[in-house]
């Protein structure tokens, strides 16, 4: 029975010891990796958390997002848009969520981080593809952006 104790105490510290090791990555799990270059494909708009419709790029149009030992950069061309639009900071996959801080970025976008701090999407991956999804104040699903890796 003290052997039993024994075993079972030193099997009980590992795991409070393995539980509480930091991980410096900012990627929380070894299966979940945007490291990468990705490019928007399509976005969903979402009605009651389901898929209502789908609205596909304009010709030209093009978004693609490089993700890199925690740092994100963004770049989005629109032809019908004569605005930059680009960003740059750091990025972290928390419990299914990816959260992106931008540290500059356009005039534009910068009118947009100095009311949104840290923007946060659950994330879905499958493969080589990515959804980050929005979520409205009552925490329903209303937009998602899609991505298929391209690098």
């Not at 039993?4 to 510290?13: D, T």
């Not at 970025?105 to 980050?132: C, H, P, W």
């Amino acid at each position: 029975m003290k052997r039993f104790s024994l075993i079972f105490g030193c099997l009980f510290a590992l795991l409070i010891l393995g539980s509480a090791t930091k991980n410096n990555s900012p990627e929380n799990s070894n299966s979940i990796s945007l490291e990468g270059v990705w490019e928007l494909q399509h976005q969903y708009i979402y009605e009651d958390n389901e898929v209502h419709d789908t609205l596909y790029n304009l010709e030209g149009y093009r978004q693609v997002k490089m993700y890199s030992k925690g740092k994100i950069m963004w770049t989005r061309f629109n032809p019908k848009d004569t605005n930059e639009w680009f960003g740059y900071g750091t990025y972290r996959i928390v419990d299914g969520y990816l959260e992106e801080r931008l540290e500059y970025a356009s005039s534009e976008m910068m009118k947009i981080v100095d009311t949104v701090q840290v923007f946060r999407f659950e994330l879905e991956m499958d493969g080589n593809t990515y959804s980050q999804i929005s979520h409205d104040a009552e925490g329903h699903r209303y937009n998602s952006e899609n991505y298929v890796k391209i690098e």
